[in-house]
């Protein structure tokens, strides 16, 4: 191969692509479609591929079932918690052994200018199926249909393995990013900054990336992994504006990071011209 070409993609799961997913993101499952007929077009040219999942249990502390106020309700999906909020009592943890832990979080996330915790509806939930009305089963975890089966021709057709990277099991934070937990927990290895892949990346010749949703887990991504690349590196990465959107409602955060990271010398392209 004349490049090293390494693609990320974040997050490509039935639970944010899928338009049956919990978290749907409108757009995705388009831009699933065109990433995977890049990959079947072009997978000869493509020296490596990660794919990031996010992997969650149903007790998480950005899941609702974590959170209650004093009539005994939990807070509805997309709401935001904030320091003040368990500070005063509006929403305290569902488990009291819980309670200072999280407040200390929340904490550590307004001094470190991260995303406040936002309720999300429960999705990527590890190994959980359910029945759809046409009673065929679902699991939001997965891989969304055509990325997997891409991936499969990829893996037989170039003798290779894809690299499969879960994120988000530890139930007490959060973790947009792939590389680092939004605060890592000192005694879990599991949220902290994740060198060995920087490493991987930092040695490919350029990383495309792909993936759901480019207003978070895909935003929070490559800021960190730049940050931990410097900046004679930022340039390596490309970003696929036609296979990433974002979730409804946060579109300036989209459009914010793609302002910022380009400045700093990330590069955008498209499916169709990137190979071209």
């Not at 320091?83 to 904490?107: F, H, K, M």
């Not at 009305?133 to 249909?145: I, T, Y």
């Not at 060995?196 to 960190?224: K, M, P, Y």
Request: charged share 20%.
């Amino acid at each position: 191969m004349s490049k090293n070409i390494h693609l990320t993609i974040v997050d490509p799961q039935n639970d944010f692509c899928s338009p049956n997913g919990s978290l749907f993101v409108p757009g995705a499952d388009q831009d699933m479609a065109r990433l995977a007929t890049m990959i079947n077009k072009y997978g000869d040219k493509i020296s490596d591929i990660h794919v990031t999942l996010d992997s969650h249990r149903v007790v998480d502390i950005a899941h609702s079932i974590t959170h209650i106020n004093s009539n005994g309700e939990h807070p509805a999906p997309f709401t935001i918690i904030s320091v003040s909020d368990y500070e005063n009592g509006t929403w305290r943890c569902t488990n009291p052994a819980w309670q200072n832990r999280i407040l200390d979080y929340l904490r550590q996330l307004e001094t470190g200018g991260r995303y406040p915790l936002c309720v999300w509806p429960n999705h990527c939930v590890i190994a959980a199926t359910r029945k759809l009305n046409d009673g065929s089963e679902f699991c939001g975890h997965a891989v969304v249909l055509p990325v997997s089966e891409a991936l499969s021709k990829w893996e037989n057709d170039n003798f290779a393995i894809v690299d499969y990277i879960s994120k988000g099991s530890n139930v007490l934070v959060e973790c947009y990013s792939c590389v680092k937990a939004e605060v890592p927990d000192p005694g879990d290895p599991s949220t902290m900054l994740n060198t060995g892949f920087i490493e991987t990346l930092q040695n490919a010749d350029e990383v495309i990336v792909a993936g759901e949703a480019l207003s978070h887990c895909v935003a929070n991504s490559i800021r960190d992994i730049c940050e931990s690349f410097g900046p004679e590196h930022i340039k390596k990465i490309v970003l696929l504006t036609d296979c990433s959107s974002n979730v409804p409602g946060f579109e300036n955060l989209g459009t914010d990071f793609v302002r910022d990271m380009t400045a700093r010398g990330m590069q955008i392209s498209t499916s169709v011209d990137y190979f071209a």
